[in-house]
């Protein structure tokens, strides 16, 4: 079974900046299999990628995905105050769906 | 608009068994590719998906729960129903639902979620 790993854990950033998150599987995946989600205290989550590089519908183009075999990641060009939050990469494979354990993206 | 809506007991007795119903609209599980799935947070902690099932009644279950778990469906209503039996305090989370849909781009991300509802496991 794949395992995902988010790095880093908390990510302390001002907003404007650029945010640079990264998940890695513990073994080659599909692309087409890899997501991204987004999570505000008290919120589900919402689905940001997929594809890998895909915006899901209404998602800003400042939010963008890229990788590929084990290493991918999600980049927020500049943050905007609603962008702090909890971001999960997920991996489906082997009829088993995985999320990684996220990366806080906090206001420094 | 598709929405769902999870329901159940805020408060379990460990060992007991632990009965959730998820409730959607907009769209049907005898619709061929739509999947609803469940999903649960512990407080602080990250996702964890528990089962799955498609509108071919196929199920999938987490292999790592996959023997205190099932999933089933009532079509008619709407309606997926998740068991978990002999719950203990680690299962105190927040228990999502979220719909897949196996044909649309987005497969196989869940691209519609519920609020949630807080399942306390104690005695």
């Known amino acids: 079974e794949i395992v995902l790993t988010q790095s880093p854990g908390t990510l302390s950033l001002s907003p404007g900046e650029r945010a640079t998150l990264s998940c890695r599987a513990s073994?080659?995946?599909?692309?087409?299999?890899l997501g991204w989600y987004q999570q505000k205290p008290g919120q589900a989550p919402r689905l940001l990628i997929y594809d890998a590089s895909s915006r899901a519908t209404g998602i800003p183009d400042r939010f963008s995905g890229s990788g590929s075999g084990t290493d991918f990641t999600l980049t927020i060009s500049r943050l905007e105050p609603e962008d702090f939050a909890v971001y999960y990469c997920h991996h489906y494979g082997e009829s088993q769906w995985t999320f990684g354990p996220g990366t806080k993206v906090e206001i420094k | 608009q598709v929405t769902l809506r999870e329901s159940g007991p805020a408060l379990v007795r460990p060992t007991q068994t632990l009965t959730l119903t998820c409730t959607f609209s907009?769209?049907?599980?005898?619709?061929?590719?739509?999947?609803v799935s469940w999903i649960r947070q512990p407080p602080g902690k990250a996702l964890e998906w528990l089962a799955l099932?498609?509108?071919?009644?196929?199920?999938y279950y987490s292999t790592s729960l996959k023997t205190r778990l099932t999933i089933s469906k009532d079509t008619s209503k709407n309606q997926v129903v998740l068991t978990m039996t002999k719950v203990d305090p680690g299962d105190t989370a927040t228990y999502y639902c979220?719909?897949?849909?196996?044909?649309?781009?987005?497969?196989?991300?869940?691209?519609?979620w519920g609020q949630g509802t807080l399942v306390t496991v104690s005695s």
């Open positions: 073994q080659s995946v599909i692309n087409t299999y």
């Open positions: 907009g769209f049907s599980l005898g619709t061929s590719g739509m999947c």
């Open positions: 099932i498609d509108w071919d009644d196929y199920k």
């Open positions: 979220a719909r897949i849909s196996a044909y649309s781009r987005t497969w196989p991300n869940f691209d519609s």
